[in-house]
Structure formats: C-alpha cells, structure tokens
C-alpha cells in the first residue's frame, strides 16, 4: 500500500468461519485495539515506511495469518490548500484545508484576512486537523466576502507553508425554515408515515417518529429519506439525537450519501454499540462493510454534531468534532445525500449539506435547540 505522509492507511481482509475474532500486527508485532476485519491508522511517522503489516484470523477451529502488505510512504512535499469555506452563521466561517495543518499555524488570528473590514477575533483547529473555526464580526446577509489566508503550514516532516496570496470567496445564507408538520421540499421518504416536523423539547426538529419497524434485506436501512439533490465532493452535518430508550443496546440512526437508488447507496450508521458503528455501501442490494468507527459514538442522549466529509475517494467521519472514521472508497463517486435508520426513531436537525461547487443547502427548523 502506497499513502501520502499525513494521510490514512486503511487496511481490511475477508475471512469466513465460525466466531471470527482477528489482530492486526505491524512487523510481527500485535496493534493494540486492532482487533476488527478492519485496520487504519493516520500516517504521521516516517519510520513506518516500508512497515509489514498482517492480521491473524481465529475460529473455533483455529487460526490463518494473512500475507503481508508493505506501507510505502510518499513523502508530502506539497503546501496545503483551502478546500471550501462556508459561514455557519452571521459570525462563523468554517475553512477546509486539504490536509492536516499545524495547531500553532492554524489558531493564529493575523493569517486570516476578510475584505469589507470585517476582523477576525478567534481561530480553533477542529480535532481532525483540516478544519479552521473563524469567529468574526457580523457578516451581512448574502453578501460575497474574499477570505485571505496566509502562513499556514501542514503538520508533514516539511513543513510546507500555503501558497501566498491564497483566498476563497464566501456567502453567509441565512437559513431556511420549515413549518410543523411540514417535511423538507423535495426530500422522498421511504415511507412517508414515519416522517414529521414536530416540537422536540420545546424546538422544531425532523422526527423519525417510528421504531422497531423491519430493516430491509441484506443489511439495508429499514427508513430513510432523501435529498432531491445529488453531490460528488461534500460536507454534511447533522444534529441528532436518538429516540431510543437506554434499555435499546443498538439504538442507532444513519447518514445516507452516494444514494442511486434503494439499492446502491453507502450509509454510516450510529449505534450505542461501539462495534456497530460502521460505514457500510449497499452494491445492487447487498450489504458490504467498509470501516468501523475508531472510538464509542453515543455516551448521552443528547443531540449530538454528525459529520461526513467527501473529497474524491477520500471519505471521512467525525462525531462531535472527533474523527471517528477514514476510508478511501470510489464505488458511488456521486449521489444523493439523506438521513434514515436500520430500525429505530430520532431526531434530525441542523442539517447542513455544503457541495464542492460552494453551494449550501439548510435545513434548520425554526427554532436551533438548546
């Protein structure tokens, strides 16, 4: 396997027995916590190259070692770009760059400059490293704002520095809302009866007001509902909250993107079971996992930041601004985007899907909650 220096090495073998159990190991040596069909790790160490890795499958009736695959790091020698920018809000701009930079770089007020006067008053890094949270002054509605960056360097053995004179346009659009009762304009609901805009503790939200309903065969999503665009490169970003009581061990709820049609699609599921959290792609029907989260997704019942980030092949998802989830994966390389769950209910809101064009769309129903 060949990975660029700061980029995620993704490895996964296929196996059938009984009671499969597999560890991972990197030049003979178990990888602690590597124990899933599934193994990545963000390549940050040079002395990785030429690293041996292979997993051993057990069974009640023993075990087999894979062959070895060989890491072969390409060394960064390009300077980090910006990806898209979007504001959130009238006071937030979100900056994507196109690999991880350094926290020093990043969180520094002066590299960031926005035309019309408007100032820059705090930089946060997000924690997958890409992502820059500007607070600014007041940004008038609809108007095209020049962001300026400079000085921002990633985080390879290079060091390498943005391009001066590097900038992006950007548009804060206020929201569109939606009235109880009302769903999405376009959106198709699997099935329509499950789906409502309702008053959840005291705001408006999306509510997937059925549970225990019957998942569809070979692993599909029991529910969903889709949006009536399709996007190849993007962000989406959904406030959730489940609807499950704590008893339900595998509550879950689901992002659904590269959407062709009800049986071509991938979709990441979230479930209060670690291990099931999982990114998945449905091939003419058929389940097929892709990754497994990295870190436990649901400790409350609270809503909760959901993020899918695409940028080719590059697919990425984080939970409360932690990265939970890499993969590279080209199967569906554009589709529609939506919102669904194997079998469960919950509550969607916030929803936020920024195409590569720049474009944003905004699904956030009346009231924000608290």
């Given at each position: 396997m060949t990975v660029p220096e700061g980029e995620t090495a993704s490895f996964s073998v296929a196996a059938v027995g009984s009671a499969l159990s597999y560890q991972w190991r990197k030049n003979g040596d178990p990888i602690d916590g590597a124990t899933m069909a599934s193994y990545s790790f963000t390549v940050l160490n040079l002395a990785d190259q030429g690293a041996a890795f292979d997993v051993i499958v057990t069974d009640t009736s023993g075990s087999l070692t894979s062959s070895e695959a060989i890491l072969t790091i390409e060394v960064d020698t390009l300077p980090p770009v910006i990806s898209s920018a979007l504001a959130g809000n009238e006071t937030n701009i979100d900056i994507i760059f196109s690999e991880s930079i350094t926290v020093a770089t990043a969180e520094t007020v002066a590299n960031y400059?926005?035309?019309?006067?408007?100032?820059?008053?705090?930089?946060?890094?997000?924690?997958?490293?890409?992502?820059?949270?500007?607070?600014?002054?007041?940004?008038?509605?609809?108007?095209?704002?020049?962001?300026?960056?400079?000085?921002?360097?990633?985080?390879?053995?290079a060091a390498n520095e943005i391009a001066p004179g590097s900038t992006i346009e950007v548009v804060y659009t206020p929201s569109m809302g939606f009235d109880n009762g009302e769903l999405p304009f376009g959106w198709t609901p699997?099935?329509?009866?499950?789906?409502?805009?309702?008053?959840?503790?005291?705001n408006n939200a999306l509510f997937l007001n059925t549970t225990n309903y019957q998942a569809l065969p070979v692993g599909r999503l029991g529910e969903h509902i889709i949006s009536p665009d399709s996007y190849a490169d993007f962000t989406f970003t959904v406030d959730v909250k489940t609807n499950e009581p704590a008893?339900?061990?595998?509550?879950?709820?689901?992002?659904?993107f590269g959407f062709l049609d009800g049986n071509n699609y991938y979709y990441m599921m979230f479930n209060r079971t670690p291990t099931n959290t999982q990114l998945h792609r449905v091939v003419e029907g058929e389940r097929q996992l892709l990754a497994t989260a990295t870190d436990s997704w649901l400790t409350n019942d609270d809503y909760n930041t959901v993020t899918i980030t695409r940028v080719g092949e590059a697919i990425e998802v984080s939970f409360g601004g932690n990265t939970v989830l890499q993969v590279n994966d080209d199967t569906f390389v554009a589709g529609k985007v939506g919102l669904g769950s194997f079998n469960d209910s919950a509550y969607f809101d916030n929803i936020r899907i920024t195409g590569g064009s720049g474009t944003v769309t905004d699904l956030v129903f009346a009231d924000q909650f608290e």
């Open positions: 400059q926005i035309s019309a006067g408007i100032q820059v008053v705090g930089a946060v890094l997000n924690a997958n490293n890409k992502t820059v949270h500007l607070q600014t002054d007041t940004l008038a509605p609809d108007t095209v704002y020049t962001l300026a960056v400079s000085n921002i360097q990633d985080t390879s053995t699997l099935t329509a009866s499950r789906w409502s805009v309702v008053i959840e503790n005291g008893g339900n061990t595998n509550a879950d709820y689901a992002l659904v």
